[in-house]
């Protein structure tokens, strides 16, 4: 048997993505939709005062094309916190107004692929900083899930630990010649859904994530071993957008 990678968990992730039911909205009266709004609005409010006590981070953005109109991405503590989360989220006027599309659970994740330093990495502040993301309020977000292939030679699970670490330690050095440009954030889903990992990028200049992905396809990690899922990109809504957004 391989040598398994070590991997150090953090915040809990659940990425939720719903799209409106236009018409339905467009049929309460002015009143019912602000209340509604003002409703969501103090939900937001609520999950912005988790993040400033750094007991969780949420992000909220628009998603451009059919696959859903908006994702909530939330990170807590435990998958407890998460699901009253969901349910309390359900619970409100507005969500009686959304489909839901898709929806990923994950939990933050760093391997041991790259040196960690000494000591015990859990009372590392970078490495805390890391797992417990607050999570970056840039103009755009690209989500999608992937899983390494396990096919023939292709088996990236039969593979030594030094042949898996020589790839990571490429694909690493691709990845940081978008430092500034392109924030990752890597969930590990194996045994919580369909894919292995979630990959959320975020950036502020949405081309970033199609030159950061494009030049990875090339690196031997990706090119051999990556197969990834639904690719869904989005824009920053902050209360003033997501208002905008839910006006008729
Ligand atoms: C934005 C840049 C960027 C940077 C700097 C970066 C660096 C690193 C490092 C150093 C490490 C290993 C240690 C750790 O931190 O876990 C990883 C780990 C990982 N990555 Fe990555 N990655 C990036 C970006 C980045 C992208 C764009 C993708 C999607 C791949 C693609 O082809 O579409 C990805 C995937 C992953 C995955 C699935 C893992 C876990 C793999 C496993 O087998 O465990 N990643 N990644």
Redesign the pocket.
């Known amino acids: 048997m391989s040598e398994a ?1 070590l ?1 150090l968990e953090g915040w809990y992730a659940l990425h939720d993505f719903r799209a409106m039911d236009w018409n339905a909205w467009k049929s309460l009266s002015p009143a019912e939709r602000k209340q509604a709004e003002d409703e969501f609005l103090s939900f937001i409010q609520e999950w912005s005062d988790i993040e400033d006590k750094k007991q969780g981070s949420t992000a909220l953005y628009s998603i451009i094309g059919q696959k859903a109109d908006f994702v909530m991405m939330h990170l807590r503590e435990s998958l407890e916190e998460i699901n009253e989360l969901e349910t309390a989220f359900n619970k409100t006027t507005l969500a009686q107004f959304t489909i839901p599309m898709y929806s990923y659970v994950s939990v933050v ?3 041991n ?2 040196a960690q330093g000494d000591g015990d990495p859990m009372q590392n502040p970078e490495i805390i900083a890391r797992l417990k993301p607050t999570l970056p309020k840039a103009n755009h977000i690209c989500f999608y899930p ?1 899983n ?1 292939r396990r096919e023939g030679n292709d088996n ?1 699970y039969m593979l030594s630990m030094e042949e ?1 670490r020589g790839m ?1 330690r490429s ?2 050095m691709i ?2 010649q ?2 500034g440009k ?3 954030i ?1 969930t590990g889903s194996v045994g919580f859904d369909d894919w292995e ?1 979630g ?1 959320t ?1 975020f950036a502020d200049d949405a081309l970033q994530f199609k030159k ?2 494009y030049e ?2 090339f ?1 031997e990690v ?1 090119a051999r071993f ?1 197969e ?1 899922g639904e690719f869904f990109v989005g824009n920053l809504l902050d209360q003033n957008k997501m208002s905008k957004m839910l006006e008729i």
Do not use: C, N, P
Request: charged share 20%; glycine share 10%; proline share 0%.
């Open positions: 990678a991997t994740e760093l391997s692929y790259m992937m390494k990236w898996r990571m694909h690493g990845g940081r978008y430092a392109v924030k990752q890597i990992w990959v990028l950061l992905v990875m396809r690196d990706s990556g990834f």
